[in-house]
């Protein structure tokens, strides 16, 4: 019995040396483990060295000295400690067993040995440490790695970290999860970068989709939308009516005011326009002063009711300028697809066109429906 004491006594001693040696970078504070699984767990370690010095003299690897190794355990040490990711260890109640600088830095505390036997409740918003705490736990149950998740942290000025967390489950000889692995690499800046590109690629989508005064579709995307709503009505036996409005007299704009004083016109034009219409409704820049619009779901009941409500909104007040307030009117063409069959694009353009001049003749500010060929004959 005394001699298991002394053995036992002894297995401590090394256990202390082992873990001043391996864990002192991370502040790690030696936790208090029975001796007797602890001289299982030195024999174990004996085995494995010896079973690695056998395969080292097998395959003619010169055999290290103990200044080596030491220089090695040192190199691996200083790795841990300098790296930019964290790097952490917890128990099965999520408590910090070791950590190195990055992790420390990563919750405010001012050196690795804060951290140890505290959990993120004591230095994040409960709800946040609510939020890790779920997931360590899924990775103990679980047994199952969680990899490359984005956390995001609120720091104390105000400003939002992102964090690409891994946690891995730590497992016993048993085979038993005793607690987890993390490695987490703020990734802030990354993020930034990424989002300045989406904005790049969203402005560079926008405008080559919009028209540069008046930021409403310009032609191309005006009837590439409406050629995707023909095919959809006839898909679904849908309903929809285009209108073609014209400013009318508005050479004169530019010709007495000048161009910037027309481009205040077209920008205040196409406003109404987009005030008038419901939201999935689309409006597009066709040309100079003409406005190509797409009403989906209106049929030929509501057509001339619609396109008269943007004829009184354009004509309902003078247009205010930097030159003074001037009167403005629209004339407008109506063409409801679903009385056309099953209509092409250029087809329903031809057409909605020679409405909008018959609107012309009849003396402006009007709305014209263009009418079949078949309805014609009927009538």
Not at 120 to 137: K, V
Not at 147 to 167: A, F, H, M, N, P
Not at 182 to 195: H, Q, S
Request: charged share 25%; glycine share 8%; aromatic share 6%.
């Amino acid at each position: 019995m005394e001699v298991m004491a002394q053995l036992g006594h002894a297995a401590t001693s090394a256990w202390d040396h082992v873990a001043q040696c391996v864990f002192q970078p991370f502040d790690w504070r030696p936790i208090s483990i029975p001796w007797t699984p602890l001289v299982f767990v030195i024999y174990l370690s004996a085995a494995a060295v010896a079973l690695m010095y056998r395969l080292r003299v097998k395959a003619g690897i010169p055999k290290r000295d103990g200044e080596s190794t030491m220089k090695e355990l040192a190199m691996l040490r200083a790795i841990t400690a300098n790296i930019p990711d964290m790097v952490y260890a917890k128990d099965v109640d999520s408590r910090f067993l070791l950590a190195n600088q990055a992790a420390a830095n990563n919750v405010g505390a001012a050196s690795s040995a804060e951290l140890l036997g505290k959990t993120d409740f004591d230095f994040f918003p409960h709800e946040l440490a609510a939020g890790f705490f779920e997931d360590e736990r899924k990775v103990l149950l679980s047994g199952q790695p969680q990899v490359s998740k984005e956390e995001y942290i609120e720091g104390s000025d105000g400003k939002t970290r992102c964090i690409l967390s891994t946690k891995v489950p730590l497992f016993d000889a048993a085979g038993q999860a005793i607690g987890i692995i993390g490695i987490g690499r703020n990734i802030t800046k990354l993020k930034a970068v990424e989002a300045e590109l989406k904005r790049a690629r969203d402005d560079l989508a926008f405008k080559a989709a919009h028209d540069s005064l008046t930021s409403l579709l310009n032609r191309g995307a005006i009837l590439e939308m409406l050629g995707r709503e023909l095919s959809r009505n006839v898909r679904e036996n849908g309903r929809t009516t285009v209108l073609l409005g014209d400013l009318d007299h508005f050479k004169n704009v530019n010709d007495i005011h000048g161009h910037p004083i027309g481009d205040e016109v077209l920008r205040e034009v196409a406003n109404r326009l987009m005030k008038t219409v419901h939201h999935y409704d689309l409006v597009g820049r066709f040309g100079g002063e003409e406005f190509l619009v797409v009403l989906p779901g209106c049929g030929a009941t509501d057509a001339l009711a619609r396109a008269d409500q943007l004829r009184k909104a354009i004509a309902a007040s003078p247009i205010p300028t930097t030159d003074g307030p001037l009167p403005m009117t629209i004339s407008i063409g109506v063409l409801v697809a679903q009385e056309w069959g099953k209509p092409t694009s250029e087809e329903v353009m031809r057409e909605v066109d020679t409405a909008l001049y018959a609107s012309k003749a009849a003396g402006r500010n009007c709305c014209t429906v263009a009418v079949p060929p078949a309805l014609h004959a009927s009538a």
